[in-house]
């Protein structure tokens, strides 16, 4: 399947948090789910900057620390 292992994620955020910001707060939401650890790599993706309203524009991988 084209999404075999993918798990989304959707939370909310203050709108004038820093993409670093939200970035943290996804690790943090993940990590005490159990559904991440140490070495991970995660593909976020996002508006930058956040609460814009604007559609997704960035895609980072993230190797969780």
Do not use: S
């Given at each position: 399947?084209?999404?075999?292992?993918?798990?989304p994620l959707?939370?909310g955020f203050?709108a004038?948090?820093?993409t670093?910001?939200?970035?943290?707060?996804?690790?943090?939401?993940?990590?005490e789910?159990g559904?991440?650890a140490s070495?991970?790599?995660?593909?976020?993706?996002?508006?930058?900057p956040?609460?814009?309203?604007e559609h997704?524009?960035?895609?980072k991988?993230h190797?969780v620390a």
């Open positions: 399947a084209a999404f075999w292992g993918v798990v959707t939370f203050d004038d948090d820093t670093e910001a939200v970035i943290a707060r996804a690790v943090a939401v993940l990590t789910r559904a991440i070495g991970d790599k995660l593909i976020i993706t996002l508006a930058v956040p609460a814009t309203g997704t524009n960035t895609l991988i190797t």
